[in-house]
């Protein structure tokens, strides 16, 4: 790059774009935002201290800024029609998870970078937190995963979700919303997936117009299995204390209990008696989020390859997509992929 550091504009400037915008200034620079909210937009410059040239519109700024490269820290709505735009006009997208609410349209970003010749990262940063990426590990100590169970019954009240998060056809629906997180994690745990089936009960909270529980059950290629069980209606637990996963693999186990300020990791060899205990007092986000924005700007200007890329992005929604269209049907078998002829169509 004839630059010596690569300009970024960013799209979305809620709160977790005024929080990310730091690691992106850390390695970037960050002329300008966009968001449709001219209050999101005052907040944002006034929560980084600096001045943005600021757009309404994200066609306007990719047609007026010179900028390398976008990150969309948009509604989940909005991340396939800034991306697709970005990649008309040469720039290289950091998407935030989810990728996009469906499968097609996720494949209708890729084929737009790839056409244009551009990177194209989803960021998926529980996977790289230091306690998650541990188990990662651990698991090439204890063997293969047999079969993980994690329950992310939590408390959505107190974050009074309104607006879009409450509609599925522009959040995408229960599981982009609430677990996200550990299904990608699973797969960074098992691989690929090969078949999703999932149940959900009456829906607690009025709130939504799609149910607020599923119970997931996935099989991975790897014969691997698991089940994720997610609800926003259990009132004893907060986000981050629910959703810690018991693992079992061929020569051992984990299980890792999460809480508000601290992790907490035990795991065990089957040939020990005792487990070992390792504890985490740095939740690890700043990590986490150094770590993808780090390797995003390596890739782009070295080529190196990154910790992630649209590759696991697509994965994680099909998988949530699965879910939900098994749900719907009563908890029919889904197998994946879920759109074969889109896997191998021409540019």
Not at 100 to 128: F, I, Q, T, Y
Not at 266 to 293: C, M, T, V
Request: hydrophobic content about 40%; proline content about 5%.
């Amino acid at each position: 790059m004839s630059r010596s550091r690569l300009r970024f504009a960013l799209f979305g400037c809620g709160s977790f774009g005024r929080e990310f915008a730091r690691y992106i200034q850390e390695v970037a620079d960050l002329p300008a935002i966009s968001d449709p909210d001219p209050t999101a937009r005052q907040a944002f410059a006034a929560a980084r201290k600096g001045t943005f040239h600021e757009y309404e519109d994200a066609g306007a700024l990719l047609a007026k800024e010179d900028i390398d490269a976008v990150a969309i820290t948009s509604p989940n709505f909005a991340h396939k029609s800034i991306a697709i735009a970005a990649a008309k006009a040469g720039k290289h997208v950091y998407c935030e998870k989810p990728m996009a609410n469906s499968v097609p349209d996720c494949w209708e970003m890729v084929r737009a970078c790839e056409k244009a010749g551009v990177r194209l990262m989803v960021g998926h940063k529980r996977r790289l937190r230091p306690a998650w990426a541990r188990m990662i590990e651990l698991r090439n100590d204890l063997g293969p995963v047999v079969a993980i169970t994690s329950c992310q019954y939590y408390d959505a009240r107190p974050y009074n979700l309104g607006g879009w998060w409450t509609r599925a056809a522009e959040s995408g629906g229960l599981l982009p919303i609430a677990e996200v997180h550990v299904l990608d994690w699973m797969r960074a745990m098992c691989g690929d997936i090969e078949s999703v089936r999932a149940i959900s009960p009456p829906q607690l909270d009025a709130r939504f117009d799609f149910s607020d529980t599923i119970h997931v059950e996935l099989r991975f290629r790897s014969d691997a299995v698991a089940s994720l069980n997610v609800s926003m209606g259990y009132p004893l637990l907060k986000f981050r204390e629910s959703g810690g996963p018991l693992v079992i693999c061929r020569n051992g186990g984990m299980r890792f209990v999460p809480s508000l300020d601290h992790l907490d990791l035990y795991w065990q060899r089957s040939n020990e008696s005792e487990p070992r205990h390792e504890w985490f007092g740095d939740l690890g986000f700043d990590h986490a989020f150094r770590k993808e924005i780090g390797d995003f700007v390596n890739w782009v200007e070295r080529g190196e390859e990154p910790c992630l890329t649209w590759k696991e992005g697509l994965r994680c929604v099909e998988g949530m997509e699965a879910a939900h269209r098994s749900a719907i049907q009563n908890g029919a078998l889904i197998k994946l992929p879920l759109y074969p002829a889109l896997e191998n169509a021409a540019l």
